[in-house]
């Protein structure tokens, strides 16, 4: 399939100009934390799953509400927390019944598989090395690997693909309709100038996604004001200012 863009600078470009300006600087987190917000965010809007982390630092962790600092944050207590402990504090993401054993069980594995319970020595790996090693993990797959790597403070390069960017992405033709995220994420990388850089590509990413929270939804996409119309393999091929796609 060929994109109507040259590169992902095409989409950053129009993205920026439409939004006026890059997106809000991201709260950088240690790999573990990462994991953590990762696994219990999927299918959660951001508000909720932010809330969430928060119960769970407190909960779990003794630290107080106060000012929002996470360098020393541990997560023992969290791993040896009760599954029912963990559900009710996961009450404000979706399906917390099956999080809460995927979290305990992620950090469960870590402990067995390295001792103690941090990933602190992956940044002395390679990134790829890195993403198997996430990946081998209950609940962590291509979008949780990915996360970790390019949002937490190892800051590699890597494109997290959610929802939003999956289907914007094969909306504009950059990847068939039935690809992996694994498979939209090789496909945009391949797109990816080489002068990205991992903070880039996490640009990339949130722009990608507020996109897919406004004007490129699930059920209708708003080409008519869509800056990235002439360059959508989709919605350049509709006179509709708007198309809807259902159930
Ligand atoms: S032109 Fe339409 S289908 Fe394409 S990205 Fe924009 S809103 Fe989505």
Same mark, same amino acid.
């Given at each position: 399939m060929?994109?109507?863009?040259?590169?992902?600078?095409d989409i950053q470009n129009r993205l920026l100009a439409w939004w006026g300006g890059p997106a809000p600087?991201?709260?950088?987190?240690?790999?573990?934390?990462?994991l953590i917000?990762?696994?219990?965010?999927?299918?959660?809007? @951001?508000?909720?799953?932010?809330a969430s982390l928060r119960t769970l630092r407190?909960?779990?962790?003794?630290?107080?509400?106060?000012p929002n600092t996470w360098d020393e944050v541990r997560w023992e207590q969290l791993r040896d927390a009760t599954i029912p402990e963990?559900? @009710?504090?996961?009450?404000?993401?979706?399906?917390?019944e099956k999080k809460a054993v995927q979290l305990k069980e992620t950090l469960q594995r870590i402990t067995e598989r390295t001792g103690a319970l941090s990933l602190a020595f992956l940044a002395k790996?390679?990134?790829d090395k890195i993403r198997r090693w996430i990946e081998e993990l209950?609940?962590?797959?291509s979008k949780a690997s990915a996360a970790v790597v390019n949002f937490s403070s190892l800051r590699r390069k890597a494109i997290a693909i959610d929802a939003h960017h999956q289907r914007i992405a094969i909306r504009l033709g950059v990847a068939r309709a039935s690809a992996t995220p694994r498979e939209v994420e090789t496909a945009l990388t391949a797109l990816a100038p080489a002068n990205w850089t991992?903070?880039?590509? @996490? @640009?990339?990413?949130t722009l990608v996604k507020k996109l897919g929270q406004s004007l490129c939804t699930l059920r209708v996409a708003h080409c008519g004001k869509c800056p990235l119309r002439d360059i959508c393999i989709t919605g350049s091929s509709h006179t509709a200012r708007t198309l809807e796609f259902p159930k």
């Amino acid at each position: 399939m060929k994109p109507l863009f040259h590169d992902l600078d095409d989409i950053q470009n129009r993205l920026l100009a439409w939004w006026g300006g890059p997106a809000p600087v991201r709260e950088v987190w240690d790999p573990l934390t990462q994991l953590i917000y990762s696994i219990q965010s999927s299918r959660t809007k @951001d508000a909720e799953s932010h809330a969430s982390l928060r119960t769970l630092r407190e909960r779990f962790n003794g630290w107080p509400t106060g000012p929002n600092t996470w360098d020393e944050v541990r997560w023992e207590q969290l791993r040896d927390a009760t599954i029912p402990e963990i559900e @009710d504090a996961l009450k404000l993401s979706t399906f917390p019944e099956k999080k809460a054993v995927q979290l305990k069980e992620t950090l469960q594995r870590i402990t067995e598989r390295t001792g103690a319970l941090s990933l602190a020595f992956l940044a002395k790996y390679r990134t790829d090395k890195i993403r198997r090693w996430i990946e081998e993990l209950p609940g962590a797959g291509s979008k949780a690997s990915a996360a970790v790597v390019n949002f937490s403070s190892l800051r590699r390069k890597a494109i997290a693909i959610d929802a939003h960017h999956q289907r914007i992405a094969i909306r504009l033709g950059v990847a068939r309709a039935s690809a992996t995220p694994r498979e939209v994420e090789t496909a945009l990388t391949a797109l990816a100038p080489a002068n990205w850089t991992a903070i880039t590509m @996490d @640009d990339h990413h949130t722009l990608v996604k507020k996109l897919g929270q406004s004007l490129c939804t699930l059920r209708v996409a708003h080409c008519g004001k869509c800056p990235l119309r002439d360059i959508c393999i989709t919605g350049s091929s509709h006179t509709a200012r708007t198309l809807e796609f259902p159930k």
